[in-house]
Structure formats: C-alpha cells, structure tokens
C-alpha cells in the first residue's frame, strides 16, 4: 500500500468556523508533511513531523494548528481562517526523516479548502 | 540558498512529438533531484529520482539524468500522448538537522493535443 489518503475532497468554511483537515498513511513512513498550493504554484512547506515530534514550522500563522496522534495520522486543525487561506492542502510522508535526501515524497490527493 | 529553475510554459505539443523540460539548481552539498507530475485536480506523484552525480532516472518513458557539472536535470520523452498533459515540477532534496526539505520548482505545463 502506497497510498495517502486525505478527507475531506473538499471543504468550504466561514472565517469563523472551525475544522480539521485528516491525512493517513500505511506505509510505516515516519516523516509527515502539510503543503499548500495555490493554483498554478508549487507546494509550500507548512509544517513537518519527525517521529511523531513537529520538526519545523514555516512561519504559519497560529489560525493552522497541526497534531500527530501516531505515527500514521496527521490533523490540521483550522481556526478562524481568512479567504486567502483558500488553497489545495496537500499531506505527504517520506520513509525516513533526515535520510539524506535520498527518499521522496508519497503524497495524498489533497483538501480543496475555500473559505468564504 | 538552495532553488529551482525550470522553464515555465505552458508548453504545447502534439502528439508523438518530442519533450524536453529544462531544470538546472543551485544548491550546496549533493542534493537528490526529483521530478514529480501533478495531473488535474490531483496530488502530486513522484515521476522519477536521481540520488547522485551521473544517475539516470526514467519511468513511463521519462528520463532525466543528473548533470553535477551543469546542475541540471533536465526532463525528457521521445513521444508525448495526450495522457501526458499535467504539470511537471523538478525539485531538489537537502538533509536538514531532522527532516529532507524540498525544494521545488515553479512548475512547467504541458498540454499535449490529439
């Protein structure tokens, strides 16, 4: 199985709602990754875990709170979002946390988010 | 800092015709380079890899080779089919202290017609 999944497909909010985007591996990859991409642009990096711990956090702003709860799921909690935040949310999971670069990236099929 | 450059498009070929996807980078160390192809309303899937100097990737009848000497990585297919069409994204991959950041490029679409 190599596969990672994310629900929902799709996900429209009000600024001042709350949810919370899932994502789920199988593979036993032990580094999970939250991107977001605006159309015709590459993924940005959000956040990273590595064994379960948040490694990195690129600067997002505290409405995005994300939680590993094992080493198979990834939560993106959403708080009081603003419009720009609507984007494609995109979870991927690598093999091996600093593994010389040499793993790539499974990811999963994405959260079209729109918030209105 | 470590980047990406790829030649941007949109690019549009028939079909059976020849493709090649320009990418050079900029990084220090020896980064492992990628190519990943995002098709409509999809994720991004991993297209092929090169993990160091002189290694050619090649899958579906893609290949790329990394060039250390000219940085480059450059994408290409003999005989593109309509099923081809998506966006293409070359990337580098660098260790940091406990995790491999990506670094992506801009991306190159192509559209390929009957």
């Known amino acids: 199985d190599t596969e990672v999944t994310q629900t929902p497909k799709h996900l429209v909010m009000g600024m001042t709602n709350k949810k919370s985007l899932k994502c789920e591996q199988h593979?036993?990859?032990?580094?999970m990754y939250w991107y977001k991409q605006k159309a015709k642009k590459p993924p940005e990096l959000m956040f990273v875990?590595?064994?379960?711990?948040?490694?990195i956090n690129e600067s997002v702003p505290s409405r995005f709170s994300p939680e590993c709860p094992n080493s198979s799921l990834l939560n993106l909690h959403l708080h009081a979002l603003q419009p720009e935040d609507s984007a494609l949310y995109l979870c991927?999971?690598?093999?091996?946390?600093?593994?010389?670069?040499?793993?790539?990236?499974?990811f999963g099929p994405g959260t079209r988010l729109t918030v209105t | 800092g470590d980047s990406v450059t790829q030649m941007e498009g949109p690019v549009t070929l028939s079909e059976e015709a020849f493709l090649t996807i320009n990418c050079t980078y900029t990084?220090?160390?020896?980064?492992?380079l990628f190519w990943y192809v995002q098709y409509p309303g999809e994720g991004l899937q991993l297209l092929l890899k090169?993990?160091?100097?002189?290694d050619k990737g090649s899958n579906k009848g893609f290949e790329a080779t990394y060039r250390k000497e000219t940085t480059s990585f450059h994408l290409e297919k003999g005989s593109v089919q309509v099923s081809d069409s998506a966006v293409y994204f070359c990337?580098?991959?660098?260790?940091?202290?406990?995790?491999?950041?990506?670094?992506f490029g801009p991306g190159t679409s192509l559209s390929v017609i009957p």
């Open positions: 875990y590595s064994y379960e711990k948040l490694s």
């Open positions: 990084a220090t160390g020896y980064p492992s």
């Open positions: 991927a999971s690598s093999q091996v946390p600093g593994g010389m670069g040499r793993y790539e990236q499974y």
């Open positions: 090169a993990t160091k100097a002189d």
């Open positions: 593979m036993g990859h032990r580094a």
């Open positions: 990337a580098l991959s660098v260790t940091k202290t406990s995790y491999d950041k990506v670094i």
